[in-house]
């Protein structure tokens, strides 16, 4: 059964900074993973989608990296606003069945 | 307008009612999903499906039961709710089996 890890569990870093957050995955076999933000009390927003082919994927200042062998992707977030303060949730659709497996997330507060 | 909608946004009700939560979307997608979100964690799935007769169950079934309606269309009900079924409740679509999956905004369902 696939597992998914987030650690940290909370970051909190000062605006302007560059910053990393991790998500790993217990089985490689994975097809593809998904990088999520949730807003307090909102859904959740699609930030990035790697497929299993791909090293990595940008859009804008996120730029998400993908390692199948080692289990592990990671999210890289430049120049750091007050607006990105969220949860970041990773997902990895694996399995028979092609199921999304959710981490607990990273809740991040970027201070002013 | 949004594009995968949920209603009711909230509903607070007590043991033992019955309970539907629907869900309707606009981008035309086949596959349809339902999770809760509960603290600590993460999204577990509950059903999905891949079109109008293909219904499946996901990790934690047990207690809901689903109906696609159309192809815009998946509700899920909570026969008898009991408190445990307290959470938030995501609605997901998406246009593949391995693509990128899009959240409504959620119910946030109290049972008493």
């Known amino acids: 059964k696939q597992e998914v890890t987030q650690i940290p569990a909370a970051l909190s870093v000062p605006e302007g900074e560059n910053l990393v957050l991790n998500c790993s995955f217990t089985?490689?076999?994975?097809?593809?993973l998904q990088w999520f933000r949730q807003d307090p009390g909102k859904g959740l927003t699609s930030l990035l989608l790697?497929?299993?082919?791909?090293r990595e994927q940008t859009s804008g200042r996120l730029n998400a990296s993908l390692d199948k062998s080692s289990g592990r992707s990671t999210l890289y977030i430049a120049a750091s606003q007050p607006g990105d303060s969220a949860t970041y949730l990773c997902?990895?659709?694996?399995?028979?069945?092609?199921?999304?497996?959710f981490g607990s997330g990273t809740q991040l507060t970027v201070l002013p | 307008d949004a594009d995968v909608t949920q209603t009711p946004r909230n509903r607070i009700t007590k043991t033992g009612k019955r309970i539907m939560l629907e869900c309707s979307q606009t981008?035309?997608?086949?596959?349809m999903y339902w999770y809760r979100q509960d603290p600590g964690l993460g999204l577990r799935l509950i059903y999905y499906?891949?079109?109008?007769?293909?219904?499946n169950k996901g990790e934690i079934s047990d207690g809901y039961s689903v109906s696609r309606q159309a192809q815009a269309k998946f509700s899920l009900s909570l026969e008898s709710a009991i408190p445990n079924q307290t959470a938030l409740y995501f609605c997901?679509?998406?246009?593949?089996?391995?693509?990128?999956?899009?959240f409504g905004p959620g119910t946030r369902l109290t049972v008493l």
């Open positions: 499906s891949f079109d109008v007769k293909d219904i």
């Open positions: 997902a990895a659709i694996s399995g028979s069945a092609r199921q999304l497996t």
């Open positions: 981008k035309g997608h086949d596959r």
């Open positions: 089985d490689s076999a994975i097809y593809n």
């Open positions: 997901a679509t998406s246009a593949v089996a391995l693509g990128e999956q899009f």
């Open positions: 790697i497929q299993s082919s791909q």
